[in-house]
């Protein structure tokens, strides 16, 4: 499936928009763009719920025809096993992760171990785990971490603007992990020169206008005939004003959905 997450939202859903997007009204908006897949990712706001408004989450969901899925950072046991729960509560079947988180750096060994260790729970409730590729790990380092493990319930998000900041190559990225990927985030992305000439800036971009091999990214992981779903995120700048930025959010978002489900088509 096509979804939204968080991440679509990052300004609407911020402290600084006016009228700031709750969790529960990030869904519905899901929902009204005729989109039936929310990833939950990295907001605070859902750790701090209780189990009463987890399930009052759930519902909503529910009664939307929108599956949700759930993200966060870090691979420390009793972290895990915390959003493990909220998964449960929630219904989500997939939990997207990153290796590390603030200070936490797990050695290979470390990681390996911790991992086995939490996804015998993970394979009982049916929810998969899936590593970001990003900056603080190479996408080898990532794929000989999920190939130790061995386990299928253990996968990969691409991510392949994240490891541009790595000097790696989008298109080797995904060609290494295609394999191993149970989840896509998708966003485009461009270099433009700074002010003077002076250094370059990387930054988001509406899809098809950026350096991101879309076509050659569905060729690799074939999501439709593997069941990877792909959720829809920016890397938008804060502009002049944050409405403005709320405003050209939107326009990124309904442009992207359409350049996706064009591709499916």
């Not at 993200?71 to 290796?99: C, D, N, P, Q, Y």
């Not at 991101?212 to 593997?226: G, H, K, M, S, T």
């Amino acid at each position: 499936m096509i979804g939204f997450g968080t991440y679509t939202f990052f300004w609407e859903g911020s402290e600084l928009a006016p009228e700031r997007l709750s969790v529960i009204g990030m869904i519905e908006r899901t929902a009204d763009a005729g989109v039936e897949l929310f990833q939950i990712c990295d907001d605070a706001r859902i750790e701090a719920m209780s189990d009463d408004e987890l399930r009052q989450i759930a519902e909503v969901a529910r009664e939307l025809g929108v599956t949700l899925e759930l993200g966060t950072k870090g691979i420390a046991v009793a972290h895990l096993e915390r959003f493990l729960h909220i998964a449960t509560v929630l219904g989500a079947k997939l939990l997207r992760s990153m290796v590390t988180s603030g200070d936490d750096r797990p050695s290979h060994a470390d990681a390996v171990d911790r991992l086995r260790a939490v996804l015998p729970a993970f394979e009982a409730a049916g929810v998969t785990i899936a590593l970001e590729t990003y900056e603080q790990l190479s996408s080898q380092e990532l794929v000989d971490l999920v190939s130790a493990v061995d386990h299928p319930k253990l996968g990969i998000c691409l991510d392949p603007a994240n490891t541009v900041a790595r000097l790696e190559h989008p298109s080797d990225v995904i060609e290494r992990t295609a394999p191993y990927v149970r989840n896509i985030h998708v966003k485009d992305f461009a270099f433009t020169r700074r002010g003077g000439w002076v250094g370059f800036t990387l930054e988001g971009a509406p899809l098809g206008t950026g350096l991101l091999d879309y076509q050659a990214l569905i060729a690799a992981v074939r999501p439709d005939e593997r069941g990877v779903n792909q959720i829809i995120e920016h890397w938008l700048p804060l502009g002049d004003s944050i409405t403005e930025t709320v405003e050209l959010e939107r326009t990124w978002t309904a442009h992207n959905l359409q350049y996706l489900r064009e591709g499916r088509s």
